[in-house]
């Protein structure tokens, strides 16, 4: 098992800088994601890992040895794109076992690492196919195979499921993951789908331009996030930020919406009358109950195990994510509850956790 670090790498194209000085640290087995919307740096990032594309400044660091003046090869990186291209005149056994062929590793050891590899892949009774006689999900299982039949040091995924369906991307996932909870091997997954991040990783880095915004576990990212670009980039449905200004009453600290003052302190807290803020509460803590800030039901989008619920009030908008189905219609009147402790907020400015 490797560990990778980046330190301080950043990254022009010409005058226009994509990368800024991003710092990660990846332990040995880990396996982490960069998460982000198209644009954000996560190929580049990627690309200087595996040695595809030159960093400007900074370093890369693989298993402690400085790689940057490494190729591809000599850094032992076996990547996984979107566009997996296997080769359309050889069969799914011949695919896998391509580059054991190139490293001129004997035939028979070759055909029982593509054997052992296809059984945990599930495609051992598809070896004698050809690409084209395979649906999307069994190539991109082949690609997979592909990559992990070298046992690289380093595994990197740019996107791989983006081609695939929803319900195989969801199963794909859980592949990806099986595979790696019985191998360990050190994997940087780029995807722009928060929710394979969550499902997927030990760690995330969210990246917003080019910069690592956050890089922690799903529960940290989640429950705690470090940025306003954080919050809502991660959960579903989005969590609503709302102006805000702090008030101070009787020795206690509010946020003032709108023209409300919401019915829960967050004192004791350093935070000063007068500061303006942004604020959310995530949907599951939305609560509808009798007390609390009052509203009206604007949106019923039920969705199975729960409902989303968009309420108007005085504060702004929310949306509650409620149990099961619901009996309220558009227009009906609700209470909203919410604790201080489920409160994220944010400096107005620099959009950073206060
Ligand atoms: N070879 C290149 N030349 C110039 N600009 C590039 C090149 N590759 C990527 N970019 C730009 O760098 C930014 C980051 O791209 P990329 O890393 O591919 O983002 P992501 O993978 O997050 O969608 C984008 O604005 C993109 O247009
Ligand atoms: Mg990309």
Do not use: W
């Not at 195989?168 to 394979?196: A, C, G, P, W, Y």
């Amino acid at each position: 098992m490797t560990s990778v670090t980046l330190k301080e790498v950043s990254k022009k194209f010409g005058s226009v800088q994509v990368c800024h000085n991003i710092d990660l640290d990846i332990k040995a087995g880990e396996f982490i994601t960069l998460l982000g919307s198209s644009g954000c740096g996560k190929t580049t990032t990627l690309n200087m890992v595996a040695g595809l594309e030159d960093s400007t400044s900074g370093d890369i660091l693989i298993g402690g040895r400085r790689v940057n003046d490494l190729s591809p090869v000599e850094r032992d990186v076996a990547m996984v794109f979107q566009n997996y291209a296997l080769y359309p005149h050889m069969t799914v056994a011949q695919n896998i076992g391509f580059t054991l062929k190139m490293r001129s590793v004997a035939p028979a050891i070759i055909r029982e690492k593509v054997q052992k590899l296809a059984a945990s892949l599930e495609l051992d009774h598809l070896l004698e196919r050809f690409p084209a006689q395979l649906s999307g999900g069994q190539q991109q299982r082949v690609a997979i195979g592909r990559a992990l039949v070298r046992e690289p040091r380093i595994f990197l995924f740019d996107e791989p499921f983006s081609n695939l369906d929803a319900s195989l991307r969801v199963k794909m996932r859980t592949e990806v993951k099986q595979l790696h909870v019985q191998r360990n091997v050190t994997s940087i997954f780029v995807t722009h789908d928060q929710e394979e991040a969550m499902s997927i990783s030990d760690r995330i880095a969210v990246m917003y331009r080019g910069r690592v915004e956050q890089f922690g576990t799903p529960e940290e990212i989640y429950a705690r996030p470090a940025t306003r670009y954080v919050a809502s980039f991660i959960g579903s449905p989005q969590i609503e930020l709302l102006d805000g200004l702090i008030e101070e009453a009787n020795g206690a600290t509010f946020v003032r919406a709108g023209q409300k003052a919401l019915p829960v302190s967050i004192g004791p807290s350093s935070l000063k009358a007068g500061r303006a803020v942004e604020f959310g509460v995530r949907p599951e803590h939305v609560r509808l109950g009798v007390n609390g800030i009052e509203g009206r039901v604007r949106i019923l989008q039920p969705i199975g195990p729960a409902t989303h619920v968009t309420i108007d009030t005085a504060a702004g908008t929310f949306i509650a994510s409620v149990p099961g189905f619901l009996r309220v219609k558009p227009g009906d009147a609700v209470n909203i509850e919410i604790q201080a402790a489920n409160l994220h907020m944010f400096d107005k400015e620099t959009g950073l956790r206060v």
